[in-house]
């Protein structure tokens, strides 16, 4: 029986976007661990047949003595099961579990690239040098790791190029992959004079393109059109939103809220002015849904859309363009209905959780 385990920063992240990898596993007869921080759901794994095991880790600490004593943990951890693989997410726990795997002798080391982050939307100079040394141990961990799974093919090429991991070892699997059975379009009545309802998710950050969003609201004023913005404020995060401008304008914030299915699926056309984006999962949920969507020619988000066949791009920071095609769907409802189907054709092709999930079985079963 294979051993497999699964090595993150954030339990939630695991549960809410690994969950159908490891449970197919499960399935397929293998003893899989998730190696994670003691969270909200690091009891739930359980249920499904997987051994939650528990580290420590400080997410945003930069001391090197206490990263030395993160990675230490995790070998702790590692070192006893006796691995065949250990499947490594996001930054920290990717170049944490290449060194941890590479001295415990695990056999096969993966990493995933999920995004870049925010120090990649930065020129300032504290960003340049996290991002000079992010990449230098990029480069080390990789050069342990077997192969490295990247989920939009523009931080692939960058990583190729950068010479940040060989090119045989990178592999594109987009996204974490949407379960089609659950996310599926929902009829929608609606009077000819209701509003069109247009919804943004998103953590309420300016990277995400919330002012961009209100820009283009205010513009609209006075249409038959409705905004929405469902997200928490990130009070640790320097690029939050405050409340008092949140509150304001055309928009209506509903801040948090854990009905997002039934929230989309009222909604008519989707937005995310995101400035970068590993593969955004609300937009996948949005087109499962069969909602048109207007979001940017970002790395992430342009892996979703087709420009102009099941939505429009726009340039990043342009909040002009972004109401100009908004209003155009807001004013064409066949127009949003046939972006709409052909959003639903494309998750099915090529985002479905069962295509995702086989992608992954293939690394680790080709490895054996």
């Given at each position: 029986m294979k051993k497999i385990a699964f090595l993150s920063h954030l339990d939630l992240n695991l549960y809410l976007f690994r969950l159908p990898i490891m449970i197919e596993l499960v399935k397929?007869?293998?003893?899989?661990?998730?190696?994670v921080p003691r969270g909200e759901k690091f009891a739930l794994f359980a249920q499904h047949g997987v051994i939650a095991l528990e580290?420590?880790?400080?997410?945003?600490?930069?001391?090197?003595?206490?990263?030395?004593?993160?990675?230490?943990?995790?070998?702790q951890v590692v070192k006893r099961l006796d691995l065949d693989?250990?499947?490594?997410?996001?930054?920290?726990?990717?170049?944490?579990?290449s060194i941890v795997g590479y001295f415990a002798k695990v056999p096969l080391l993966v990493n995933a690239v999920t995004g870049l982050g925010s120090f990649y939307l930065s020129e300032s100079s504290k960003a340049r040098f996290v991002k000079g040394i992010m990449e230098s141990?990029?480069?080390?961990?990789?050069?342990?790791?077997?192969?490295?799974?990247?989920?939009?093919?523009d931080d692939m090429h960058y990583f190729i190029h950068k010479g940040l991991v060989d090119a045989p070892k990178a592999v594109l699997i987009k996204s974490s992959g949407i379960d089609t059975t659950i996310f599926k379009p929902i009829e929608?009545?609606?009077?000819?004079?209701?509003?069109?309802?247009?919804?943004?998710?998103?953590?309420?950050?300016?990277?995400?393109?919330?002012?961009?969003?209100?820009e283009a609201a205010a513009l609209l004023e006075g249409e038959n059109i409705r905004f929405i913005l469902i997200g928490d404020t990130d009070e640790g995060n320097l690029s939050c939103a405050d409340a008092a401008f949140l509150q304001s304008g055309n928009v209506t914030w509903l801040g948090h809220r854990d009905d997002i299915q039934e929230q989309i699926a009222k909604s008519d056309i989707f937005v995310l002015p995101s400035y970068r984006e590993g593969v955004p999962r609300t937009l996948l949920e949005a087109?499962?849904?069969a909602k048109p969507i207007v979001t940017t020619d970002a790395v992430g988000c342009r892996e979703v859309v087709d420009d102009g066949k099941n939505g429009f791009l726009v340039p990043v920071g342009d909040a002009v363009a972004l109401m100009?095609?908004?209003?155009?769907?807001?004013?064409?409802?066949t127009l949003r209905e046939v972006m709409g189907k052909n959003g639903r054709i494309k998750v099915l092709k090529e985002f479905d959780v069962k295509i995702v999930v086989q992608k992954y079985l293939d690394i680790y079963e080709k490895s054996f």
């Open positions: 397929q007869g293998y003893t899989v661990y998730a190696i580290y420590e880790i400080e997410r945003k600490s930069l001391n090197p003595l206490k990263e030395l004593r993160t990675i230490y943990n995790i070998y693989i250990l499947q490594n997410f996001t930054a920290k726990p990717n170049i944490y579990g141990l990029y480069r080390a961990a990789n050069a342990k790791a077997d192969y490295c799974i990247f989920q939009n093919s929608k009545s609606r009077e000819s004079n209701d509003a069109v309802v247009v919804l943004m998710i998103a953590r309420a950050i300016w990277h995400k393109g919330i002012r961009e969003y209100y087109a499962a849904l100009h095609k908004v209003k155009e769907l807001a004013n064409d409802a």
